[in-house]
């Protein structure tokens, strides 16, 4: 993970994803790697966001591990724990994008 931010309604990932080659936007690996790495945004909107963010977690260029876990109650709760902190969000729109590729 690249980034994580709580904004007013939102919490957003600033994510780096492995696409499997069942994926529609599956395009192969690049420069040697051996698989398909993209840039992404995991955007959660909500009217009840409740995030506790590690330092780490605030600082510029840290490198935040992942999402190890994001389990969803029978109310409607998200819980979404990692070693950049914890969140709660109730009932989220969740919108996945990947950035455009590198050249175009």
Not at 5 to 18: A, H, I, K, P, T
């Given at each position: 993970?690249?980034?994580?931010?709580?904004?007013?309604?939102?919490?957003?990932?600033?994510?780096?994803?492995?696409?499997?080659?069942?994926?529609?936007?599956?395009?192969?690996?690049?420069?040697?790697?051996?698989?398909?790495?993209?840039?992404?945004r995991?955007?959660?909107?909500?009217?009840?966001?409740?995030?506790?963010?590690?330092?780490?977690a605030?600082?510029?260029?840290?490198?935040?591990?992942?999402?190890?876990?994001?389990?969803?109650?029978?109310?409607?709760?998200?819980?979404?724990?990692?070693?950049?902190?914890?969140?709660?969000?109730?009932?989220?729109?969740?919108?996945?994008?990947?950035?455009?590729?590198?050249?175009?």
């Amino acid at each position: 993970m690249l980034r994580v931010r709580q904004r007013s309604g939102q919490l957003l990932f600033d994510l780096v994803v492995l696409i499997s080659p069942s994926h529609p936007v599956y395009r192969g690996p690049r420069d040697g790697d051996d698989h398909d790495r993209r840039a992404a945004r995991l955007r959660l909107v909500a009217d009840r966001v409740d995030a506790v963010l590690t330092p780490e977690a605030k600082a510029d260029g840290a490198q935040l591990g992942t999402i190890t876990s994001w389990l969803v109650d029978d109310d409607g709760w998200s819980e979404i724990t990692g070693s950049w902190g914890t969140a709660r969000v109730f009932r989220p729109t969740v919108t996945l994008t990947f950035e455009p590729p590198d050249g175009g």
